[in-house]
């Protein structure tokens, strides 16, 4: 099959792990006798610096002509003190909006190889499998106003929700459990928030329509504490933009690190743009010891969500366990035995297993 693939690498580790990312489709594509393009455009960072603005309107463009999108991180010290207009985070979210990505799905699965990774304890967290199901388009990152009193003395950031941004995403959660453990949790602050009420109400009138998903209700500070010390107790986890945004970087400490968890970011149309739930991580860019598996196994879930390519997905996920299963860790996973590897090295090692 041919397909092209718009490459945003962005800032920070960004465009190293994205090489990563790159290195595995093509021989993706080799083995499998796909044609595989690649453009690459700019966001974040990179595109304010260039362009003057954290999305320009050819990154866009680019986007909505190609058959994917995978994205590294934006973002970094370099831009924290600009107006906010011109933070690289703001190219983010408006391709989130341009694009109508409201539905991320986080998997966080453990690997056996990388428990002592953790600094969970192995018999709490062996076999974790979950998933989050994120809205990404809606709720406090983009209510109206956002914005700081004349005196500077108040602030004040908008929480929306329409029924229907709250539906979609909530029926998108029930169908991604059918097609797991048939369980799902929906998390909320359902005790203080007006929106939390009404998304609970939506779950509940959704829940005959989906007669085999067991449901439950789980306020947002519960389910945090409880992810962390009952994580085999979730399959699907459905919830707002930002409680997602936390609970899946908290969950990321299941897996070991931060840099294992991939997601996938999907519009109704079908346009899907696939990024790691990391950041630009400025503390370790440019040295080459980045871990590039939430890169790459996003790059497995553009091949199974936007291309149907299941079996190919399962190659590069296949790989990347035997990988670690044949001892290579970068530097952000503590492990205690085993070879430490760099960036490019544990992409050769996985190139191996492809
Ligand atoms: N999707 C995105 O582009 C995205 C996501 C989160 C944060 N950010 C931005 O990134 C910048 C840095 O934010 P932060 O430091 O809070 O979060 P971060 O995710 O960049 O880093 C947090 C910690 O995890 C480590 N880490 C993250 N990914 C790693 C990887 N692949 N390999 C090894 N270690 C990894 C980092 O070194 C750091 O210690 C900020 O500007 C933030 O807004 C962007
Ligand atoms: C960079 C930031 C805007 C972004 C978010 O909060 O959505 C990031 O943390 C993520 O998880 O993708
Ligand atoms: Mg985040």
Known sequence: MKKDILLLPGDGIGP?????????????AKKF??????????????????????????????????????????????????????????????????????????????????????????????????????????GLYFGEPSQRSKDGQSVVDTLTYTRYEMERIIKKAFESAQLRKQKLTSVDKANVLESSKLWREIVDQQKPFYPDVEVNHMLVDAAAMKLITEPNSFDVIVTENMFGDILSDEASVLTGSLGMLPSASLAENGIGLYEPAHGSAPDIAGQGIANPIAMILSAAMMLRYSFKMDTEASNIEQAVEATINNGYYTADLKVKTGSLVTTKEMTNNILRNI
């Open 33 to 138: 006798k796909h044609e595989f393009t690649f453009k690459q455009h700019l966001i974040g960072g990179a595109a304010i610096d260039a362009a003057s603005t954290p999305l320009p309107t050819e990154t866009i463009a680019a986007a909505k002509k190609v058959d994917a999108v995978l994205l590294g991180a934006v973002g970094g010290p370099k831009w924290d003190q600009n107006p906010s207009h011109l933070r690289p985070e703001r190219g983010l979210l408006a391709i989130r909006k341009a694009l109508d990505l409201y539905a991320n799905l986080r998997p966080v699965k453990g690997f056996e190889h990388l428990l002592d990774a953790s600094p969970l304890k192995p018999d709490i967290i062996n076999g974790s499998d979950l998933l989050i199901v994120r809205e990404l388009t809606g």
């Open 16 to 28: 190293e792990i994205i090489d990563s990312a790159v290195a595995i489709l093509e021989a993706i």
